[in-house]
């Protein structure tokens, strides 16, 4: 069964949070579950596959369907505040 979420990204490390809805418990990721194994942007959209580790809830065959406004700047844009 898939899920969605948003990834709660924590600076650098090689792992993130998802959060599922709001008041429900985060799910764990790790960055070998993600497409080039590389944590989402913070606040992207994203399907996910749960599964357990060591009995705790985990995210798995991470894709992502959304990315956040702040990450998704188009290359016009830039190129706009640069003129």
């Known amino acids: 069964m898939q899920h969605v979420g948003q990834v709660r990204k924590l600076g650098t490390k090689p792992y993130a949070f998802i959060r599922k809805t709001l008041g429900s418990e985060d799910i764990f990721v790790h960055q070998n579950e993600c497409p080039g194994r590389t944590i989402p942007p913070d606040g992207s959209i994203v399907e996910f596959r749960l ?33």
């Open 51 to 83: 599964g357990t580790y060591k009995e705790r809830p985990v995210a798995r065959d991470i894709v992502i369907v959304a990315l956040p406004e702040a990450a998704s700047v188009s290359t016009e844009a830039v190129t706009n505040v640069e003129a």
